[in-house]
């Protein structure tokens, strides 16, 4: 059961135009969301955050965006850059029965920024 | 350096042999959490460890795999009898302690385990 769902495995844009990642998820128990973005042979690099009490973070060209009615966020880069392309990871965090967190992470997209 | 730090990069084991794998966390943080990520796949959660206890193994396969983050020293995961398809980048990350204003962790660079 994929409770963080990235639904497009790959996404092109051109340089200088928005890029938009989807992230959809089930667990209306989820209450911060993260962007992790990952290059070939690398680790994943913690890119933006939110939590659940906002519906927006921004960081330079990266906002989030969050819709808790619609279980739905998104990760909008503007203008996008050549070096942005990547894989970006969704994941999303609750408190469990333990007082512990525990990261659930969606499957990447894929994003390559055309020259 | 302060991020995570793992070792070995890249480790090269014959089936049936054991692969240890090591990561120290970033100064400060006392969680530790493992990633494999397959070929062609995402992150997969495998354990989560705080100095000298296991939170969260729920990731771990039952057989042949162990981790362990002593009092002193780094987290160690631990692969025994290796077979083709451990074949795999391993992620280490860390976090300093939980609280209430979210959940960030800090990945390492990677292991990849190669079984020939």
């Known amino acids: 059961d994929q409770q963080v769902k990235q639904n497009s495995p790959s996404l092109s844009v051109q340089e200088g135009r928005i890029s938009i990642l989807n992230c959809d998820y089930t667990n209306s128990m989820f209450d911060y969301f993260l962007w992790y973005k990952k290059y070939p042979a690398e680790g994943p690099t913690f890119l933006i955050s939110i939590s659940s009490i906002k519906d927006k973070n921004e960081d330079g060209r990266f906002t989030v965006f969050l819709n808790k009615s619609a279980k739905h966020l998104s990760l909008h880069i503007v203008p996008s850059q050549p070096g942005d392309s990547a894989v970006y990871f969704c994941?999303?965090?609750?408190?469990?029965?333990?007082?512990?967190?525990?990261?659930?992470w969606g499957l990447g997209t894929s994003l390559a920024v055309n020259p | 350096n302060a991020g995570v730090m793992q070792n070995p990069r890249h480790l090269v084991r014959r089936r049936g042999q054991e692969a240890r794998l090591r990561c120290s966390p970033m100064k400060g943080h006392s969680h530790v959490y493992w990633y494999r990520q397959l070929p062609e796949e995402g992150l997969k959660f495998m354990v989560y460890?705080?100095?000298?206890?296991?939170?969260?193994e729920s990731g771990m396969p039952k057989e042949r795999f162990s981790a362990e983050f002593p009092k002193e020293g780094p987290s160690i995961l631990r692969i025994q009898q290796v077979v083709r398809g451990d074949s795999a980048a391993y992620f280490c990350a860390s976090s300093p302690p939980l609280s209430y204003s979210g959940h960030t962790i800090y990945f390492g660079e990677g292991s990849w385990l190669t079984v020939v």
């Open positions: 994941a999303a965090s609750a408190r469990n029965a333990g007082n512990n967190r525990k990261l659930i």
């Open positions: 460890l705080q100095k000298e206890n296991i939170i969260d």
